[in-house]
Every structure is written in C-alpha cells, then in structure tokens.
C-alpha cells in the first residue's frame, strides 16, 4: 500500500524542486493536492511517477515536472482569474485553483470534463468552473485573464487566447508539431507581446478551430 502523503512529498522534491521549480506556493500546492485521486483505480500506484499517465479518451495526464514548470511560469500570487485549455483529469486544475482565485478550465471530451468536474466538486474547489468545448477560441464571456495556460500543443498560438490576455497576464503554451513542441511563455507587457521558450516538450494535439484539424 502506498503512502500517498510521502509520494507526493518526495514527488515535489526529486522531480520539480531539483529541476528548478522553486516557487514556494506551487510545491506546497503540488503538495497538497491529491493527484491519485485524479487517475483510475488502477493507475493510483504510479500517480507520484516522473511520467504522464493514461486517462480516458486516449488522452494524459501531465507528468508533474511539467505541471510544476507550467504553473510557476503564470506567477501565480492569489487574486487572479486563471484559464485553462485541457481540462483532462482536473489535476493541473485543481493546482491553479489553490493558487488563483477563479480558474475557468475548458476540455473538449465531454465524459473527460464530466469526471474531472465530478473530482473536483468531491474535493471541494468551489473556485473552479469547467465547460465542455473547444477551447482554442479562449472564454470570451470572461476575458480577459491574468493567466492562461494550454495544456495540449498547438501548430501556432491561437489568436483568441492572446486577445483573452489581461495586460501584465502571462500565457503558457505548447507550440510546435504533432509529436513535439516547444513551451512558449507569452507576457503581455503594456506596449508589446513578448514570448520566451521555455524548452521542449511533448504534448497530446489541442485539436480546434485554432489548433489541429482532427
Ligand atoms: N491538464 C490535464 C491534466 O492535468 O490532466 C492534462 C491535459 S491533456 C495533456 C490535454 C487535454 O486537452 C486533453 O484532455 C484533450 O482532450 C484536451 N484538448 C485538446 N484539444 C482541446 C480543445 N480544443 N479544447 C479543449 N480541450 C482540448
């Protein structure tokens, strides 16, 4: 039987701390959310391991280092509206939901967002809504947002969620081919747009109107 706690504790410190994830808030948040819970019965032994994981609908969950990255690029310090594009289990949701103060979370599989919002209803993020869709056009009727992180890779950044981005917001986003992309961080600075790579990545396709043709 696995210690939960202890996998996630050891989880935060080999496989993000030690990569250089140092924000505080999101170790203690990647502490303390529980990713087991967001993983089939069967796959709970391995929610702790240094890799994605299966979920319904040939679809992953993202291997924690790369939850860790992608969140402390939003710098997160706790009044922000949050959007995310690829909702899947809900963990990478349930993340910004203790660091942000609204998270607006977009899956395109209906059963993937049904269950994911079922989760996070049982452990209580009340901050969090989901909305089954594609997610490539952003969520108009509430941009702009302080953060918008994409959690599937992208040919090119979609046009919306840069609209969709506050001034001072920051996006994340993967962006490349069908098997590989680069992370992009995005910082929308007063006057300009500025984009940063945050090195390689491998990311099932965000399939949309401004992402992948099916
Ligand atoms: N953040 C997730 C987690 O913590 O489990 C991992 C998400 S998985 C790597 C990417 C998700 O993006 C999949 O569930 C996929 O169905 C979804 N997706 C792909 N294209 C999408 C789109 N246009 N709109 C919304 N969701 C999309």
Known sequence: ????KKA???MVEVQVMARGVHDERVLEAMRKVPRHLFVDEALRDQAYSDHPLPIAENQTISQ????GIMTASLQLR???KVLE????SGYQT???GELADRVFSIERYPDLGYRANSVLRGLGYDNVIIRVG????GWPDDAPFDGIIVTAGTPKIPQPLIDQLAKGGRLIVPVGDRTSQELILVERAPEAIRKTNLGGVRFVNLVGKWGWKE
């Open 1 to 4: 039987m696995v210690n939960f």
């Open 8 to 10: 996630r504790e050891r």
């Open 64 to 67: 924690p280092y790369i939850v």
């Open 78 to 80: 706790g009044g922000e």
């Open 85 to 88: 594009i690829g909702t899947g």
């Open 94 to 96: 349930a993340v910004l």
């Open 134 to 137: 594609d997610g490539s056009l």
